[in-house]
């Protein structure tokens, strides 16, 4: 029969894959016409700063973090060794603002010291490589990978992305790698994987949002399931 879906508030996964496959394509058509030129909202101009700026946004907002990184910290810091150096009570003092941030300075440190002494001091390019940083698994090493250096290896699954792919009848999974895996299958033109996450991340920050969803303002209203139109 299928799992039950909280959102769809039905029994999915038997809907043939072509069908879903045409579903999602045109999911995408209609977010991309509607927002042309989404991509991260994350500051930055080095690797070594992006990878400190989507480290810092787990569990944090966007905004919150360029407001830190503009105002203070990518003016101090800009490469792995200029992190690697940083003292761990100072550095936490700097993104004290931002949550969980004891943790994610430990984590930063620790990968820019890695990249130093394991990588040549510049940020690795595969995959494989990215996921052996402390704090990095593959959302963050997906977008790295992408943004930094336009290498796609996946689709980067956040929480927005993870939300919206559950909402618009896309998955039955909960766990990101598989998410992650099912939508790679529905959007088979790698090329599109980037824009996949940012799109999902935009209309789930302006419209789809976690609770009370604007349905009617959503403009894929008419595909999505989940619509309450």
């Known amino acids: ?30 977010l991309e016409k509607h927002n042309p030129h989404s991509k991260t909202a994350l500051h930055f101009q080095t690797p070594m700063q992006l990878l400190a700026a989507v480290i810092l946004s787990a569990q944090s907002t966007d905004k919150k973090v360029n407001e830190i990184t503009d105002k ?20 936490e003092k700097e993104i004290s603002q931002i ?22 001091g510049k940020l690795p390019k ?20 992408w943004n930094a250096y336009g290498i796609i290896s996946g689709i980067a699954i956040d929480t927005h992305a993870r939300r919206l ?3 618009l009848g896309l998955t039955e999974n909960d766990d990101p ?20 996450n940012t799109l999902l991340v935009d209309l789930g920050r302006s419209t789809c ?9 959503c403009p894929l209203k008419a595909v999505c ?5």
């Not at 004891?102 to 394991?118: D, E, P, Q, V």
Request: a positive charge; glycine letters at 4%; charged letters at 30%.
């Open 1 to 30: 029969m299928g799992e039950y879906n909280e959102y769809t508030k039905s029994w999915v996964g038997e809907e043939l894959f072509g069908a879903r496959q045409k579903r999602a394509a045109k999911i995408f058509q209609i």
């Open 72 to 91: 203070h910290l990518f003016k101090k810091y800009k490469t792995p060794k200029d992190f690697a150096r940083a003292q761990p009570k100072t550095f």
């Open 99 to 120: 949550g969980l941030f004891r943790s994610k300075a430990k984590n930063i440190i620790a990968s820019a010291k890695m990249i130093s002494r394991k990588f040549g």
């Open 126 to 145: 595969t995959m494989e490589e990215m996921i052996t940083l402390r704090g990095v698994a593959r959302k963050t090493a997906n977008i790295v990978l």
């Open 165 to 167: 792919a559950q909402r």
């Open 177 to 196: 790698s598989k998410i992650e895996k099912d939508l790679m299958a529905l959007v088979p033109n790698k090329k599109l994987w980037p824009q996949v």
């Open 209 to 217: 949002i976690a609770q009370n969803p604007r349905c009617r303002k």
């Open 225 to 229: 399931p989940s619509s309450r139109v």
